[in-house]
């Protein structure tokens, strides 16, 4: 008696949670030290000490616990999404205030939010392979309709000619996660452009609003100098989210927030709606206490030079064995091509040296293999053998 | 282009918040001593000293901050759940372990993934009127039909020929609300019992399993030594979802949790549809470092001695004045009949007296009105010569 939908959710769950089973129960008899896991996004590096001297002296400063603690606005409280939205406008050149800012229970929160309040049942919900695998369950929760726009497979931007064919008068908004789990690869500057002009050029045609929902986990974690510029500059109907599980290290605690500019059409209307489902999906308002510790840190990061030596490492290494890796600019994530046709049987060989991959086709893109970075160095060090032997095996 | 559903819930939205945004209006003129607000039902109590301990011992102690601040099993952090068990099983004599606790963003976020795993669209859901008014908003999330069964206007349990009628072959499950708001009753075992034998009877005749969700935020308000029963014992289909909201006055921070019992049909399988759900509807996990907080005052509660001292006041002052008030045994609202059929035009009616009152229309029961006595006692006896005008108006 569990709905169809769950129960096909059940059967189609996460690839990437079953990789990181497998691996746990392989190394129960191989040796953990013996299993070269990089199945699973999870943060390692510590919270910044910034955010726990935060979360103390707001309990030991606030005495009125009520405050604390207590309801306040389903958006947030004023003041914190007054914080952001300087922070925003100083970082970013933008315009925002609070009106602007709906704090969220992280971005999975924000998305789902956004998602219940511009969704009518099989609305086309366009989104950028390889993608967030996720996004097909949100989009399935409120009954839209996944429709899938191919890379270029040179860069692994966008491909637009695909896009221009797949927005279509039922579109009612493209996702895109910048910089992209499970690439690694930051949109440029020229890429949003080009989104932007497809879609402003779309809206014309058909009549409405085509909405952009740029899903921002991975910003702060970018390399080389690279960054991610702000969506709401270059397309109105921008939705920006964001969650501070990567940049604080805190994906267990559930703040996150999302942008609305005043530019968007229907701003009042909107921010209404949004605000009712920041309450209905059941989230009611982002955790009280998380929202008035982020923003005392909002300039603190956790440790990325650590994810972007292991990057170096791990892209170093493969490469240097033949295989044929995407550079990942940000994310701590990497794709590499399969050297067989079927990344997964590419993934099964790789297990039996040890080796947990996640296959593309969980993102939308077969033929490739994602592998997360966020782990032990030394890790890295020690599955470059397995990785000789099974570079080996394909003749590279 | 919002969505047609969040366009109706916009122009539907709570008319609880609209009473309460008229009273801070009305404060603005007439000044703020001299408004009655009874329309909002927020804690006002102080959190308990102990969980504030909790938190600093838990941010000084665990050094690991990935651990305090990262993710953890969809379900929440296996201990937690292990310590909650323990604590519902000496309390209500069960037999409860980690497996059947499932932490959650709230009470809220628990019924959310409940409707999420078990409805399919179209599927009927049944509530006792009055109710909880988010419920149709959480029904409608996932496209069930909500309908009301009616009370027993005699003492406001429910008015079992109408169950008996309401429950079809396409109800998929009850929402109970104990202690219930918007009228303080608590169902009596009485009342437990012959719900659960109606809808065992019904699921033999109709061939499938009818769920209760017995939603429990108020469980530990509740006075004159009267308790709530446990639903699980006396009902195998039974999930149980609990907040931390009202009983440690933490409404803001989104932390509760569901029981599933090892009883309920295909135990493995809703279990996996829930954890799968928690995740997909954007929850991820509850609040990781709040989850470690509340079980470490389980025994503790905020000042539950105030809100009784209120709830005497108010129902001895309104009823010495003439009006018709069911005894509230719980919660922090009491039901008060109108002292004219139409309940709304008495709303308005108090209004001019500057109290704000709730109408029983929006809990789907016309001709009365909730109060919420969360409030400062001051305000209660201040509000008291209002009521007697008011009553004088209609000759009580």
Redesign the interface.
Known sequence: ???????E??SN?SAIRAMFTEGKKLAQSVGEENVYDYSLG??????PDEF?QA??DI?NTEKD??K?????DNAGYPEVRETLAAYLNERFLVNLSSRNIIMT??A??A???IL??????GDEMAVFAPYFT?YR??I????GKLVTIDPNYENFQPDFDDMEKKITPKT?AVIINNPVNPTGVIYSEETIKRIADILSKKEREYG??I?IISDEPYRELVYDGKETVFLTKYYKNTFVTYSFSKSL??????IGYMVVPDEM??FD??I??LT??N????????????QKAVVKCLHAKTDVEFYNRNRIKLYDGLCKLGFECIKSEGTFYMFMKSPEDDEKAFVERAKKHHIMLVNGTTFGCPGYVRLAYCVDPDMIDRSMPAFEALAKEYNL
Chains 1, 2 share one sequence.
């Open positions: 008696m569990l709905s169809k939908q769950i129960l959710d059940i769950s999870n943060p390692v590096t510590p919270v726990t979360l103390c309990i616990t009520t604390l603690h207590g309801y306040m229970v992280g999975a929160g998305i789902n939010v219940k309040t511009i969704i009518d049942p996720e369950n949100y399935g929760n409120w009954r009612k409405h609003e909405y290290s805190l994906p267990g605690e559930r059409a229907d209307t909107m209404a709606g009712i489902a309450r209905i999906c059941g989230f009611i308002n982002a955790p009280s206490l998380m």
